[in-house]
């Protein structure tokens, strides 16, 4: 991990992403951020986010369809996300989830990420159709 000097835009980036507890996007760290720091830019924001995942503070989460979302909760975990209205939520790791992670392991491939990102319908999604 590499640990750098902390700044007053890397402190209210990795804020924002704890109080959204959504697994936000730049775009949405972004606009929590600038309604108490309006000259913020989204380079800035950009940039604190990538270097936030370096740092391992936060978890980068890849989802199809859609931009990177964050995540403060940095321990190993999966997420699904709502193939309607694009929300995702942790899921904590099952015994089936750890075979799953085995059975990975038993391919050859290298581990990147322990990430996996199921696609669903939330109930919200399900109670409008």
Not at 50 to 60: A, I, Q, Y
Not at 62 to 72: E, H, I, N, Q
Request: proline share 5%.
């Amino acid at each position: 991990m590499i640990e750098r000097r902390q700044t007053i835009q890397r402190d209210l980036v990795y804020k924002a992403v704890e109080e959204l507890h959504n697994h936000p996007n730049a775009q949405e760290v972004y606009l929590k951020v600038k309604e108490t720091h309006p000259r913020i830019g989204m380079a800035t924001v950009y940039r604190n986010l990538n270097l936030l995942v370096e740092e391992e503070k936060l978890l980068k989460v890849p989802v199809s369809d859609g931009p990177d979302r964050f995540d403060a909760t940095i321990i190993e975990h999966c997420h699904i996300q709502c193939i309607k209205c694009k929300r995702v939520v942790d899921i904590d790791y099952t015994p089936n989830m750890v075979k799953l992670m085995n059975a990975c392991a038993k391919t050859g491939y290298t581990s990147i990420s322990p990430n996996l990102v199921i696609s669903g319908i939330c109930p919200e999604c399900q109670n409008k159709n």
